[in-house]
């Protein structure tokens, strides 16, 4: 499953952070450097888990859904 979101570019690394210690469950990349999308790339079995890390994540961090920018990079 793979989801977009705009972020503060201020909060992506603080937002990496945590959700790479999830380990195995989700991958975050930025699309495009000096762009404040990120992508989520989240293993199928643990999309519910992701989800609401991210829900409780909003209580610190603005961040909304949006939809895969035009032309940018597919994952290999």
Do not use: C, H
């Not at 990496?16 to 990120?38: D, Q, W």
């Not at 994540?57 to 949006?66: A, M, R, Y």
Request: charged share 30%; net charge negative; proline share 8%.
């Amino acid at each position: 499953m793979v989801r977009n979101f705009k972020i503060d570019p201020g909060d992506i690394v603080f937002l990496k952070a945590v959700l790479e210690s999830y380990e195995g469950m989700v991958v975050m990349r930025t699309l495009e450097v000096g762009k404040p999308v990120i992508e989520l790339l989240i293993a199928r079995d643990f999309a519910d888990t992701i989800d609401a890390v991210l829900r409780d994540l909003q209580k610190q961090v603005t961040f909304e859904e949006v939809p895969r920018p035009e032309g940018a990079p597919s994952w290999p």
